[in-house]
């Protein structure tokens, strides 16, 4: 049973390795980590990931899961990685994504009319891609699962879990990983950040999202 993470040049690392963490420990599942072409990808920061066979050595992945990262603007026109992720989803046991990987599978026109969630700072986005944009860790649609920012990814595959293989197995993985978040502040979300760092931070990305189109 395949479980295909597509990578490309500057995805954002934990959005793809939380996901594996979590689904690698799942039993009867192996984790494939596929590209247009095989070999190294840069995420947005200096760490490097490997995608060891091309798209088209798993077309039927039981499931896809689609990370996110400032690359994925470089994506949002017709190119063969939507075309995977079209094809692919027709098949798939589980549809998902974490952050703005949602774009990719708006962009795919996989969420024409649905709910699903993304990156705070990419609402907008996903609304102009035909979905109703909900601001909710994780948000599943039939098969079709997406999760918000980043560290979401990692509930989402939990939540997976317990859905494949039943919470035991699922509660197992989280006690194994020691997931037991106790953050040192209050600012996880656009609601519960000071205001000062919410706007600085705004611009910040603004400026980096506008340099990678």
Not at 28 to 53: H, N, S
Not at 81 to 86: A, G, M, N, P, T
Not at 92 to 117: F, I, M, N, P, R
Not at 153 to 180: F, P, S, T
């Amino acid at each position: 049973m395949d479980i295909a993470i597509p990578l490309f040049d500057r995805i954002t690392a934990l959005d793809a390795i939380g996901p594996y963490e979590v689904l690698s420990r799942l039993p009867g599942y192996r984790v494939r980590f596929v590209a247009v072409k095989a070999g190294p990808y840069k995420t947005d920061k200096q760490l490097t990931l490997i995608a060891d066979v091309p798209l088209s050595a798993v077309p039927h992945p039981e499931i896809l899961m689609v990370p996110g990262g400032f690359g994925t603007r470089e994506l949002m026109t017709p190119n063969p990685l939507l075309d995977w992720i079209k094809a692919a989803h027709e098949t798939t046991q589980w549809t998902t994504s974490v952050c703005t990987g949602s774009l990719l599978l708006g962009a795919a026109g996989l969420l024409k009319g649905l709910e699903a969630t993304t990156h705070w700072s990419a609402m907008d986005d996903l609304a102009k891609l035909g979905a109703k944009p909900v601001e909710t860790r994780v948000v599943v649609q039939g098969k079709i699962v997406t999760a918000a920012g980043v560290s979401s990814g990692i509930d989402m595959a939990l939540m997976l879990a317990a859905k494949i293989a039943g919470d035991d197995v699922a509660q197992a993985i989280q006690l194994g990983i020691e997931y037991d978040p106790q953050p040192p502040f209050n600012a996880g979300s656009p609601s519960k950040a000071p205001a000062h760092i919410l706007e600085g931070l705004r611009a910040r990305m603004r400026e980096r999202t506008a340099a990678s189109r």
